[in-house]
């Protein structure tokens, strides 16, 4: 085989494999990691040992994390994201999930989650909920107490309480570990050369100073 053909074929089953794949299927039922793994920040979930099996109990299984909302940021916003390095049960399933609380007027800034769709359950309150495609076209609208909105895997979505008492919000991710991008931090706080924002977005100097002032982190 010709070097660029080997290149090519490379080149597609990388894209292959990164286009399918998602969190692989569990090979056992569960796998509480061994905390002494998991607690010394050099091994997380992915590699480290499972507890064993008659050390495992109903509490491991359980969370009492998002019982009340988190810190609110200045925006009116507390989110309390639960994956595996604080709720050991959720590892090796695919899944996690985040209690979102917005206070009147708040907002969850555009964001994106790299790694999985999220469904988002308005628990209480009236948020205008949105997502945006990647042909630019929004789909938003407001969503009450027992609604349900999903957002697809990747896509940068928003949230703003636009009724008169808190929003509470429950959101499910197919990830264990989804990520998240917040648009403003990404862009302003990231440290990304202040010439290539001015030149990006149409700012002067100034103006890109402020917003990295605003948003860094
Ligand atoms: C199981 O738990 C007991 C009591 O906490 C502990 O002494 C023991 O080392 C644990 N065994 C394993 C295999 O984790
Ligand atoms: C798990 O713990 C049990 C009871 O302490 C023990 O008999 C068994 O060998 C342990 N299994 C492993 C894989 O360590």
């Known amino acids: 085989m010709s070097q660029k053909m080997t290149v090519l074929l490379v080149f597609f ?103 999985a769709t999220e ?16 042909m630019n076209r929004v789909f938003a609208k407001v969503i009450r107490k027992g609604e349900v909105m999903v957002f697809p895997k990747g896509l940068v979505h928003f949230q703003m309480n636009v009724g008169d008492s808190t929003a509470t919000i429950f959101g499910s991710f197919n990830s264990q570990n989804p990520g998240m991008e917040r648009i403003p931090i990404a862009i302003f706080g990231s440290g990304i050369k202040g010439e290539l924002l001015e030149k990006a977005f149409g700012l002067n100097a100034r103006e890109v100073e402020m917003l990295r002032r605003k948003f860094n982190p």
Do not use: W
């Not at 469904?119 to 990647?134: K, L, N, Q």
């Open 119 to 134: 469904i988002a359950f308005v628990i209480e309150g009236m948020v205008y909920s949105g997502f945006v495609d990647s």
């Open 13 to 115: 089953l990388f894209h292959f494999y990164t286009t399918t794949s998602s969190d692989p299927d569990p090979v056992q039922d569960f796998c509480i990691p061994e905390p002494k793994h998991g607690s010394q920040g050099t091994v997380r979930f992915i590699g480290s040992a499972c507890k064993n099996i008659s050390n495992v109990t109903v509490d491991d299984f359980v969370f009492d994390g998002i019982r009340s909302p988190g810190n609110f940021t200045p925006m009116g916003f507390a989110g309390l994201s639960v994956n595996p390095t604080i709720f050991p049960g959720l590892n090796t399933l695919g899944m996690s999930f985040v209690r979102a609380d917005l206070n009147v007027g708040g907002v969850n800034v555009p964001h994106l989650h790299p790694r």
